[in-house]
């Protein structure tokens, strides 16, 4: 495929992959309430496992990490290259945060993130997993650990992808990052305010 097809075409798979919504259409699978109208009202699997309970969040989680791994991975898979790959994972991402099939309105992307990292590089993948969990056990914020995971997973690029063909992965994995804290902004308020709900609360 010609480079100027690739940016555009592997961007494009990615963001219409992004854009099904999991925890939409596992709802409806599962008959439960539309999650954009129940909870937290964020479309993802931790106000699934709230409405809807641990196996329907199972699916969810499953659906919006594969969201991120597939087209990234097909990309590379293709030979697509740096810059087309780079394109795809933030794309894969946009489209879960503003998902094309369901009027703009996502979820967070902190699983489809995870997915996207564990494509680019399996390390930056568990990165965020460890330190999440690490967090999560400790302050028992799911929202906490996600943001604290994001940060330190866009310092440890730095370190995974050293050499100068890959600082478009490591833009994507920053911008990836900085797109997670402002749709964190409100929980962030709520942890200033000692008004977060705590894992399991």
Do not use: C
Not at 142 to 168: D, K, P
Request: charged share 10%.
């Amino acid at each position: 495929m010609p480079d100027s097809l690739s940016l555009f075409a592997w961007p494009l798979l990615g963001y219409l992959v992004g854009s099904f919504s999991t925890a939409i259409l596992i709802a409806k699978l599962f008959g439960l309430s539309d999650p954009r109208e129940t909870g937290s009202g964020n479309p993802g699997a931790t106000n699934v496992l709230r409405t809807g309970g641990k196996g329907a969040a199972i699916f969810t989680l499953i659906g919006d990490v594969a969201k991120g791994v597939i087209p990234v991975v097909a990309a590379q898979y293709f030979g697509a290259g740096t810059a087309a790959i780079a394109l795809t994972a933030i794309a894969a991402f946009l489209g879960h945060l503003y998902p094309l099939y369901f009027s703009f309105k996502g979820g967070k992307g902190v699983a489809t993130a995870i997915g996207i990292y564990f494509a680019l590089d399996l390390r930056l993948g568990a990165v965020f997993i460890i330190v999440w969990l690490l967090t999560a056990a400790i302050s028992r914020y799911s929202s906490l650990a996600s943001l604290i995971a994001s940060g330190l997973t866009g310092l440890a690029s730095f370190a995974v992808f050293n050499q100068q063909a890959q600082l478009q992965l490591i833009g994507a994995v920053f911008l990836i990052v900085a797109f997670t804290f402002k749709r964190h902004s409100e929980n962030i308020e709520r942890l200033k305010s000692g008004k977060e709900s705590k894992i399991g609360a």
